[in-house]
């Protein structure tokens, strides 16, 4: 196996559908994670490119994520978590010029990210995947922690139905990350409106790539039961740790 080549950038990609109210708890996580990076030595310290993919906003986030300046704001109408991630990704690669028929060699020299607009990354977010990567992960996926909006005994029974820990099995694209030219073999994110990260990662698989399932970059995420993206990780709450309140029982 040969050495891998240093990360020269990284791409983060994060969608956004009606989310002015949690928005800024993304974008100054993101921040905080990007300014982590100044511990890593100016020549090897890559530039970082954020992405918010405004889909079909029809409240305040795209207000909201002006004050961000240094993030770059893309908007679609697809509706479609997916092509949200897809699109994105396209538009960083393409202003990287490594989607040019000679981009291959550079493509293996960039990191894709991705997280949820409703998420907060942790600090280390971006430095841990980073020395991942130097060490050979093609792949990382990290966890989830629901926020307060589960009730005490909802967020026990979140914890009774996961293992949370290194090597655990869960995919979620709020926490995940890959190495650009293993994302586009792969057939990059599915346009789809739900499930395009188990499809991406399947995929990956299938490429044989060098994966790090990890749980030193938990992310922060809405609790919410009623989400943007039908079957995504609201509904899995709903369907799976929300207390039924007319039967008293919890699923």
């Excluded at 188990?198 to 030193?216: D, F, I, M, P, S």
């Excluded at 009623?226 to 509904?235: K, Q, V, W, Y």
Aim: proline share 6%; glycine share 8%.
């Amino acid at each position: 196996m040969t050495e891998p080549l240093p990360i020269t950038d990284v791409v983060i990609v994060v969608p956004v559908r009606n989310e002015e109210v949690l928005l800024p708890r993304c974008s100054s996580a993101l921040s905080a994670a990007i300014d982590t990076l100044s511990v890593v030595p100016e020549p090897e310290r890559p530039r970082v490119f954020v992405v918010l993919v405004l889909d079909q906003c029809t409240d305040l986030s795209a207000r909201v994520a002006a004050h961000w300046r240094a993030f770059r704001r893309y908007e679609i109408a697809a509706g479609a978590v997916g092509v949200a991630r897809r699109d994105g990704i396209r538009h960083a690669l393409g202003r990287l010029g490594c989607l040019q028929t000679d981009g291959a060699a550079s493509a293996s020299q960039i990191w894709i990210a991705t997280t949820d607009a409703d998420s907060a990354v942790p600090p280390n977010w971006l430095v841990s995947q980073l020395a991942l990567a130097r060490n050979g992960a093609e792949l990382v996926l990290g966890t989830v922690q629901p926020d307060d909006d589960l009730a005490a005994h909802e967020l026990l029974r979140w914890e009774e139905l996961h293992t949370i820990g290194e090597g655990h099995p869960h995919v979620h694209g709020a926490n995940l990350g890959v190495r650009a030219d293993r994302y586009l073999a792969a057939g990059e994110f599915a346009p789809v409106d739900r499930d395009e990260d188990v499809l991406l990662v399947a995929a990956l698989r299938n490429l044989g790539v060098v994966e790090a399932r990890t749980a030193l970059i938990p992310v922060l995420t809405s609790g919410r039961r009623i989400g943007r993206a039908p079957a995504g990780f609201a509904g899995y709450l709903r369907d799976h740790v929300h207390t039924d309140q007319k039967n008293g029982i919890m699923f």
